[in-house]
């Protein structure tokens, strides 16, 4: 199953007949239902925390979407950056954002790729 991430602007775009892009996130909501939801932090703050959250009807639609379990809130603490960054690039930045490097920095097929 794929996994689709979904920023603010759909959501307003989705909830608010009034948004420009309301029919173009109403005809992208079948979509949604052919792979796994992330919405990051960020984005779920950003939505719930502006003019969105006089929308009643847009929130209760919201959090009916926020409870399925495709839907993944990603977490964008310190600790989980940094475990991504460490298994997509084989470093980590610590807390004074000090890069962290491994003793050898496996690159894969790309190092090959840019090697030959």
């Known amino acids: 199953m794929n996994n689709i991430l979904v ?3 759909f959501w307003f775009g989705l909830y608010d007949k009034r948004d ?3 029919n173009q996130a109403i005809g992208l909501y079948e979509y949604l239902s052919l792979g796994n ?3 990051p932090y960020p984005s779920l703050y950003e939505t719930i925390n502006t003019r969105f959250a006089k929308n ?3 929130i209760e639609a919201f959090e009916i979407i926020l409870n399925k379990s495709e839907v993944t809130l990603l977490d964008d603490s310190n600790k989980a950056k940094a475990t991504a960054h460490l298994s997509t690039f084989g470093f980590s930045r ?3 954002h000090r890069l962290e490097k491994p003793k050898e920095l496996k690159l894969g097929l790309m190092h090959k790729t840019i090697k030959n």
């Open 94 to 96: 610590n807390a004074s």
């Open 56 to 58: 009643k009807e847009g």
């Open 37 to 39: 939801i992330i919405i």
């Open 7 to 9: 920023d603010t602007g």
């Open 20 to 22: 420009s892009y309301h």
